[in-house]
């Protein structure tokens, strides 16, 4: 159902309907050509006669959509009671009337054309969230105590969610006064031992890579939230792209190592934030999550009881954090097999250690000694190796492979459109399958190679002009994908045309 309050909406998204898609539209403003099921609705006289303001208008279009696919006018004006009980009673009742307005109009004209798609069910309940309130709710429920960012679409809800949940949940949220501020303070709270994160997108990012070497160096545990959008500079700031992925995985100088996590929906948003506060603690490192426009600010379901046993099943581990340390010579940086060394909380009777920016020695003094810098890069890299033994997880496959002459590739928010291309193709009768990755970096290339070894037709998917995620796929695991869609133009892609363009 295409909802048009102008004509460039119809112009615009006119190629993604079908004959049985429903057009709901003004005639007094343009007329609608094709075959398509038409819904005139006077909006502009219903308001004249109403004495309506032009924002209802967005009221008379709700009411309408609601009346064709057989919604319950009640329930919506219960939504629309909740939704604006701060305000005084008479805005309450002014949405009510117009909402009712549009509604009666559609079923009282076009009653034969009403479908109950919405039949009322008795289904477990359910939340709605956005990729950025599976953000904020799993970082909760990973007891993350402090949280700053500096607002920058499309991650800057995180920060007005948890800052409104701050009394309830006792996180400390910082509104800091820029970027290099906000990953500075976390880097200090995380060393004082409390879990940590940060929310940006990628210009605020790009201030913050000095400080993201130095949590490198020192070995201090923090999660960031990278939401992307189209770039470079302010680029397109409420539109949506996968171009950051390469920047994350090669932000900051020097080499060392970090883990790079990409969520597909809410589901797995939840499941990934909890684990990359884990990862950060038992890895001593940064942990970045990867979100976009279009996944954090997309609304979804999620089963409240799922929500609820995640909870009760979640363990907090912090890994080799400790009170007291195991040996009566504290050494921070002591080179392990794992590359892991305790952390001790500051301030514990007996002991100290320095934790700056320069290389060091296994006590924390700083060195510039070869000897000492060889065994220190390599002690830390030795942490990228235990990674990918223990914690590693490969790609989640949808569909058949067997049967499978199509495999689609891709990662992150792409994962909705690309099932649902999926279902077209079966219709067509092709037979297709999907990896989908969400450990990005990195890649574990003995699990990794054989999905790719198959004989099919392999196609990447990704929301970037120069195929990000198989550059990555080639350098990590030596994996070519020539056979790419990809789409840069700012917006998320439609599962129409991932399966048109597979025979382009």
Not at 97 to 126: D, S
């Amino acid at each position: 159902c295409l909802v048009c309050l102008n004509e460039d909406t119809f112009r615009r998204h006119r190629q993604r309907l079908t004959p049985s898609s429903y057009v709901i539209y003004d005639e007094a403003d343009f007329a609608v050509q094709g075959e398509f099921i038409k819904i005139a609705v006077p909006f502009k006289k219903i308001l004249s006669e109403s004495k309506g303001s032009p924002v209802m208008m967005n009221m008379l279009a709700l009411g309408a959509s609601l009346a064709v696919i057989g919604a319950d006018l009640d329930i919506v004006n219960d939504i629309i009671q909740e939704q604006f009980a701060d305000k005084d009673q008479t805005i309450v009742d002014l949405n009510q009337k117009f909402a009712g307005l549009g509604f009666n109009y559609v079923k009282t004209n076009y009653q034969t054309l009403v479908k109950t798609l919405l039949p009322k069910k008795n289904e477990e309940k359910k939340m709605v969230l956005t990729g950025n309130d599976a953000f904020s709710l799993a970082s909760v429920v990973a007891d993350c105590r402090l949280f700053a960012a500096y607002p920058m679409t499309p991650a800057s809800s995180v920060l007005t969610t948890l800052a409104a949940w701050q009394e309830k949940t006792g996180m400390i949220v910082r509104h800091s006064e820029d970027e290099i501020a906000v990953i500075n303070t976390a880097l200090g709270s995380s060393f004082a031992g409390v879990r940590s994160a940060i929310a940006t997108s990628g210009g605020g990012f790009a201030l913050m890579v000095e400080a993201l070497s130095f949590a490198g160096v020192a070995e201090i545990p923090l999660v960031v939230f990278l939401a992307q959008r189209p770039g470079p500079a302010t680029g397109m700031p409420t539109w949506t792209e996968q171009g950051d992925l390469l920047f994350a995985v090669n932000a900051g100088h020097g080499e060392f190592p970090k883990i790079v996590l990409a969520p597909g929906d809410v589901a797995e948003m939840i499941e990934l934030t909890a684990k990359a506060f884990d990862l950060a603690d038992v890895y001593q490192l940064p942990v970045i999550i990867l979100s976009d426009m279009y996944l954090s600010e997309s609304h979804q379901t999620y089963p409240i009881k799922g929500f609820n046993d995640f909870t009760a099943s979640y363990r907090v581990n912090r890994g080799k954090l400790v009170n007291q340390p195991s040996e009566s010579k504290y050494l921070r940086y002591k080179v392990t097999d794992d590359g892991i060394s305790e952390r001790l909380v500051p301030g514990t009777s007996g002991y100290f250690y320095q934790a700056n920016s320069y290389e060091h020695l296994e006590d924390g003094h700083s060195t510039e000694d070869a000897a000492e810098r060889v065994k220190q890069v390599e002690k830390r890299e030795r942490k990228r190796i235990t990674y990918l033994k223990q914690d590693f997880q490969p790609a989640k496959i949808y569909g058949d492979m067997a049967a499978a002459t199509v495999v689609f590739v891709s990662w992150g928010s792409t994962k909705g459109p690309i099932i649902e291309a999926q279902k077209i193709l079966d219709r067509k009768r092709v037979k297709s399958a999907f990896i989908h990755f969400t450990h990005l970096y990195p890649l574990e290339k003995d699990k990794i190679r054989p999905l790719f070894s198959q004989g099919k037709r392999y196609v990447l998917v990704e929301n970037n002009y120069s195929g990000q995620f198989g550059k990555l796929l080639r350098a990590e695991a030596g994996i070519e994908l020539n056979d790419q869609i990809l789409k840069y133009n700012g917006r998320n892609f439609y599962p129409e045309e991932i399966s048109e363009k597979l025979f382009k």
